[in-house]
């Protein structure tokens, strides 16, 4: 069992930066794929990214490549997603998810991969 708990959300102008932060309850976090999705009013929760349990191996949508990274610090049970050159449509909840992953580079794409997701955090982005 892994319990997810987000951080980092808030309001910022468009051009800014946010650093999202999912910390990750259990001791084998480094077993474990992780992701960050989002989803705007209305919408339906997209991916954003993924990131393999090895952390090596990574993948964006395309409308982040460039400005988001993904990453894992596997001794501090930590996920982070760093957004630069955030946009006004880049504003939803975010939320992170964690899966039992047995590949080191398997990233998962599809929510339904995913076993475990935190309560998610807002990113407002205003222009």
């Known amino acids: 069992q892994v319990q997810l708990v987000e951080s980092g959300g808030g309001l910022v102008q468009a051009g800014g930066s946010l650093r999202l932060s999912c910390a990750a309850s259990?001791?084998?976090?480094?077993?474990?794929?992780m992701g960050w999705f989002r989803q705007a009013p209305g919408k339906e929760r997209e991916f954003v990214a993924a990131a393999s349990r090895s952390g090596d191996s990574t993948y964006y949508v395309d409308s982040v490549k460039g400005r988001f990274t993904i990453s894992k610090a596997s001794a501090k049970n930590t996920a982070y997603l760093q957004m630069n050159s955030l946009k006004p449509e880049d504003t939803a909840v975010y939320y992170c998810?964690?899966?039992?992953?047995?590949?080191?580079?398997?990233?998962?794409?599809?929510?339904?991969?995913?076993?475990?997701w935190g309560q998610g955090t807002q990113v407002t982005v205003s222009s």
């Open positions: 998810a964690a899966a039992l992953s047995f590949l080191q580079s398997e990233v998962l794409l599809t929510t339904r991969r995913y076993n475990y």
């Open positions: 259990g001791r084998t976090f480094s077993s474990y794929a």
